[in-house]
């Protein structure tokens, strides 16, 4: 059964550093992984999503990795900003599914200015 | 435009009691999908439904009976609701189907607290 582990579970950088988010992940036999954010009493906003024949995926400030060989995933923030505080999750697509992603605990982030 | 919207936001409720959560998206996506993120913030699949279809029921107990008039629409009706029920309930949507479902779209939540 795929287990998706996130460390750490918290995090609080000073505003401008850059982040480094960890996911790791049992079964390298995954269709995607998806990275989301969600705020405090808030849904899940999507961030990336890396198919696995990617290595990696870029949006603005974010960039997502994938290794899956070695089961892992790193979300890379640059430049933090205090509106990048939430909890990370990321999940996984394991072969079985119907959407029936396995999610990560989460890693909650504050970005003190 | 809400993508993805459920009514309502927060159910308080006693025990025993049968409660409602309704679900939307205007996406246009063919999979929508129930999840339950308990007290430790852990996220898991419920159901899962393919043009009104469903796919996936993951054990959950058949208290939690979801309904999918169309493709646009999933509801969950829970019966007898008990104190471990208390979650946040999350709906999301997909573009694709099958194994590989695209990246999902969830809904901000709905808080239910069983007394």
């Known amino acids: 059964k795929q287990e998706v582990t996130q460390i750490p579970a918290a995090l609080s950088v000073p505003e401008g550093e850059n982040l480094v988010l960890n996911c790791s992940f049992t079964?390298?036999?995954?269709?995607?992984l998806q990275w989301f954010r969600q705020d405090p009493g808030k849904g899940l906003t999507s961030l990336l999503l890396?198919?696995?024949?990617?290595r990696e995926q870029t949006s603005g400030r974010l960039n997502a990795s994938l290794d899956k060989s070695s089961g892992r995933s790193t979300l890379y923030i640059a430049a933090s900003q205090p509106g990048d505080s939430a909890t990370y999750l990321c999940a996984a697509t394991p072969p079985d599914s119907w959407g029936k992603l396995q999610f990560g605990a989460g890693t909650q982030v504050v970005v003190t200015p | 435009d809400t993508a993805v919207s459920q009514t309502p936001k927060y159910l308080v409720t006693q025990m025993g009691n049968d409660k409602s959560i309704k679900c939307e998206q205007n996406?246009?996506?063919?999979?929508m999908y129930w999840y339950k993120q308990d007290s430790k913030k852990f996220l898991k699949i419920m159901f899962s439904y393919n043009n009104k279809e469903l796919i996936i029921n993951e054990t959950v107990p058949n208290r939690f009976s979801p309904k999918s008039p169309d493709k646009a629409h999933l509801n969950l009706h829970i019966n007898s609701l008990e104190l471990g029920d208390s979650a946040v309930y999350f709906c999301?949507?997909?573009?694709?189907?099958?194994?590989?479902?695209?990246?999902?779209?969830f809904g901000e939540g709905s808080r239910l607290t069983v007394l």
């Open positions: 999301a949507s997909s573009p694709g189907q099958g194994y590989n479902t695209g990246e999902l779209f």
């Open positions: 890396i198919q696995s024949s990617q």
């Open positions: 996406l246009g996506h063919d999979t």
């Open positions: 079964d390298s036999a995954i269709y995607n």
